[in-house]
């Protein structure tokens, strides 16, 4: 019997998140943690803490409901509560979820830096270039006649569907990124 390879457990990546807009306009986000294999005992992460792991607001005819489920490294994302953050600005007034990613990602403020710092750590705050995480959110103002879902990531894939009343059937997306830096889109979802 040949003895088994050993598998390093710290390159799996499998947590599980979900937002979700109802027909009457309400949003939810949620998220799951990828288990207790990489967890030191007594550690409460990401999914734990609301505006950290996901993040969920409705809105009203002035402004946009929003949800959003992060992933990555925990620790990172916990200190900056990273959903809240990019709830705050897909919210924003006269923002679009592409503009929006943009400025998490790559613009200036507050939701650039902390999403960098991210980017740039280790999971332990120590300097590194090779920072992972996730993020998938859900834009919609009420007299619009679709819902942005965005998505960014530096890792080397996302992976995640979307479906709605007009387009029931599951749209699954891998989204591949070779070079690990920041990449984001914006999907306009039909209602």
Known sequence: MKEKERVDKSEFFDTVGGICLDSSGNVA????????????????????????????????????SVACSATGQGEEIMKRQLALLCCAELREDGVGGEEALANIFNGDGQARTICRSVLASNGNGQAHSQGKIGIVGLRYVPHESSVE???????????????????????????????????????????
Do not use: M, Q
Not at 30 to 55: D, T
Not at 171 to 177: E, L, M
């Open 29 to 64: 986000s949620a998220v799951s943690s990828g288990g207790i294999s990489l967890k030191r005992n007594g550690r409460v992460g990401e999914a734990a803490l609301a505006g950290s792991g996901c993040w969920a607001a409705n809105g009203d005819s002035t402004v946009a």
């Open 149 to 191: 879902v965005v998505y960014g990531h530096s890792t080397p894939s996302l992976a995640f569907a979307w479906s709605s009343s007009a387009s029931p059937i599951p749209k699954p997306i891998i989204s591949r990124n070779p070079t690990n830096g920041p990449l984001f889109a914006v999907i306009r979802a039909p209602l």
